[in-house]
């Protein structure tokens, strides 16, 4: 198991308070895809966001990798999502003013694990592995959604993260590049091992997934493995 959450609340506002998140409990295995289903304000971003450790819970314990992050300080949330977390976001999140291939480098620029010189090598080996290496030069705002999105499942992965987060990894894309985008992160679970949750609100994606579950009114209503 990779992740545990148990009975997270997370209430927005103090004058006026929301329940966003009532309650919620999972488990997330090393390995698999899982998708996160529900209309939209149900919750989903939140527990994202709470499970990465980016937010944090108003009640529950968050486990990740054995870690609670509750014990964590941010510096040492942010060490350990650059060591073991990818992101995936529905608007691509590139910086505009840097390269494709800027782009893929920053995590590893961040990481400072691989020397300088090869770092540009690794990012180009990635472009290539996911069919964009023509486009390496290019910037974003010269990209199509899916171009750009290829682009961020690259940055995603190239630091090899245990999990990686994906929120409505296909929400700014049509039906033909939604379905690309899928097929490569079913491709790269099953090359690198590496564990997926995403967050969609589209039945077609989530149906890709090893296990869906379904949230409404910040609850889980299916697709717990146990009570
Ligand atoms: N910072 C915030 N302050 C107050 N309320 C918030 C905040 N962020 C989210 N909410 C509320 O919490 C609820 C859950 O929001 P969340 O973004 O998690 O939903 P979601 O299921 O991801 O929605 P969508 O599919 O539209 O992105 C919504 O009602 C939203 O309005």
């Known amino acids: 198991m990779i992740v545990r959450a148990v009975k997270i609340r997370k209430i927005y506002g103090k004058k006026d308070p929301f329940e966003a998140l009532k309650g919620v409990s999972l488990e997330v295995d090393e390995g698999e895809i899982l998708a996160i289903l529900g209309p939209s304000g149900c919750g989903k971003t939140t527990l994202l966001n709470c499970l990465s450790g980016l937010d944090t819970p108003t009640d529950g ?6 870690k609670n992050l509750n014990n964590m300080s941010e510096e040492e949330k942010t060490k ?8 995936i976001f529905q608007f691509f999140n590139l910086i505009p003013v840097l390269t494709a291939v800027e782009n893929v480098e920053i995590p590893l620029l961040i990481s400072k694990k691989f020397p300088v010189n090869k770092i540009r090598k690794k990012a180009y080996e990635w472009l290539e592995r996911l069919h964009i290496g023509h486009r390496a030069k290019a910037y974003p705002n010269e990209m199509s959604g899916g171009e750009q999105q290829r682009v961020a499942i690259a940055r995603a992965l190239i630091n090899n993260p245990k999990i990686v987060w994906a929120d409505e990894p296909t929400g700014a894309l049509d039906t033909k590049n939604s379905e690309e985008i899928m097929n490569i992160i079913l491709e790269m679970n099953r090359e690198l091992g590496t564990t997926f949750v995403i967050v969609t609100h589209d039945p077609n994606v989530a149906q890709k997934a090893h296990r869906i579950i379904k949230m409404d009114s910040g609850l889980i209503i299916s697709g717990q493995k146990s009570g």
């Open 61 to 66: 314990e968050i486990f990740v990798l054995g």
């Open 80 to 87: 350990f999502r650059a060591e073991n977390m990818g992101f």
